[in-house]
């Protein structure tokens, strides 16, 4: 029940897409005990935006390395290639860490195009032994923001333990109640929130080591290793020459050109394959720490205590979409990514600066209200375009809402749960082939183009 989970580490292009069916596999390995002695094959299917999307978002290439046992924290860029070229040229991985198995990338990994009814993105497992019998079988949803539930799972409510008897937050009407009887800002009730499960050096351990690894996709993204994106498009990456050409100016809108470097260095990091946060998304994941980057280095005593507080608030403002709502592109558009970072960002941006809870909560409506209805439409379904720009905006959109929002007189007509719910319910509405499919909007267009 922790809302830490929100911001995970991990690695680019895509949290539902590449790093959900990743951790889905290291799942499945944990069932396989009993039996992986027996195992002589294993055999994925992915279902629906996973299917469709999957080449472009490596989902195929994050089930061989989950299968291997290879964490996301663990994946670096040769291990990822040792692991690939024995799988696709040798034809074999070794299972769990623990069994090497015949592996035929053609035979073992499937695409189907179907919908599972639960969730949009689903993949399933099977392990099989002599003569292909049935050894074991999972289905795993990766439901957004890395996070991963099996067919069980998806089907139950989540419920608080009996046990517990802290308090919790649901809504942001919760939060409003909260800070109407002992006058707290959004940061210390989210940080009173965390207390109930962790010690007040983990939390500060854990949100000091999200904005460093932040800061660390940023610079990498500055200096790449290569200069275009991986994929058909054969993207070239801006951000190294915009990083050299920008400087100090007088012009009053110069420092849009440094929000944009800032999300455009980390998207591109991610649309690299690089080294991560979800924040709550991958495809979303430069909103966020742009907004940081634009407060540390073009405001004054932005440090490590405002880090803290600015990461908690943006993690209970995404908890309360995640819980509500989706932060799924396959499930609700790129409105659920780019929207849901655009309002965390915005919420906490104004209550570092001093704003009070309603505040707060005006400026995470403002933000995806100007979001709402948008769609994902990954061109190749690869996280490049538009994905890349939309971050900018949205971290450009998240900077305008707090500063709307802490100059604002009057009473909002609408509130942050009413938009949360509008939200999920435009997903819901909006037609399958603008969500994370890559068979309409930009990606059909561009597709015929090409």
Not at 17 to 31: E, R, S
Not at 282 to 305: E, Q, R, T, W
Not at 382 to 391: G, K
């Amino acid at each position: 029940m922790s809302n830490l989970d929100i911001f995970k580490i991990g690695i680019g292009p895509s949290s539902s897409h590449t790093l959900g069916p990743m951790l889905a596999a290291n799942l499945f390995c944990k069932i396989l005990d009993n039996v992986i002695y027996k195992i002589q094959r294993i055999e994925t299917t992915l279902y629906g935006s996973l299917s469709l999307t999957g080449k472009g978002h490596l989902t195929d290439k994050a089930v061989i390395w989950g299968l291997n046992a290879i964490t996301p924290k663990d994946i670096t860029p040769q291990i990822s290639k040792d692991i690939l070229n024995k799988a696709i040229n040798s034809h074999s991985i070794n299972l769990c860490g623990k069994k090497e198995i015949h592996f035929i990338y053609e035979r073992d990994i499937i695409f189907n195009n179907d919908f599972l009814p639960l969730h949009q993105n689903a993949l399933i497992f099977r392990a099989l032994g002599e003569d292909s019998t049935l050894l074991a079988e999972e289905t795993y949803y990766s439901i957004g923001g890395g996070f991963v539930k099996n067919s069980k799972e998806i089907q139950k409510k989540e419920k608080i333990s009996p046990s517990f008897i802290g308090f919790q937050v649901n809504s942001a009407k919760d939060l409003m109640n909260l800070s109407n009887k002992n006058t707290k800002s959004l940061s210390s009730i989210a940080y009173e929130y965390e207390l109930q499960f962790h010690t007040k050096e983990h939390i500060y351990d854990y949100c000091l080591e999200i904005w460093n690894v932040m800061q660390e996709c940023f610079a990498q993204g500055c200096n790449p290793k290569e200069l275009n994106l991986p994929g058909p498009l054969n993207l070239h990456r801006r951000a190294k020459g915009l990083s050299e050409r920008i400087c100090p100016t007088m012009d009053p809108f110069g420092i849009i050109d440094y929000i944009s470097l800032y999300a455009i260095a980390i998207a591109e990091e991610n649309a690299g394959g690089g080294r991560v946060v979800t924040a709550p998304t991958n495809g979303a994941c430069a909103v966020i720490p742009a907004v940081m980057l634009y407060l540390k280095n073009h405001s004054i005593g932005f440090n490590d205590s405002m880090v803290v507080d600015f990461l908690l608030c943006a993690m209970m403002i995404g908890s309360l979409y995640k819980k509500n709502a989706s932060i799924s592109g396959a499930e609700a558009g790129c409105q659920a990514e780019i929207g849901s970072a655009s309002s965390m960002a915005a919420a906490a941006m104004a209550t570092v600066l001093g704003a009070n809870v309603s505040q707060a909560c005006n400026a995470a409506e403002i933000a995806m209200e100007h979001h709402l209805g948008l769609t994902c439409d990954p061109v190749f379904g690869l996280v490049q375009i538009p994905c890349i720009e939309r971050n900018a905006f949205g971290a450009i959109k998240a900077i305008s809402a707090a500063r709307m929002a802490m100059n604002r007189k009057s009473i909002p007509v609408v509130g942050l749960d009413d938009v949360i719910n509008t939200m999920y319910q435009t997903g819901k509405d909006m037609n399958s082939k603008y969500k994370e499919t890559a068979l309409g909007g930009l990606a059909s267009t561009i597709k015929n183009i090409c």
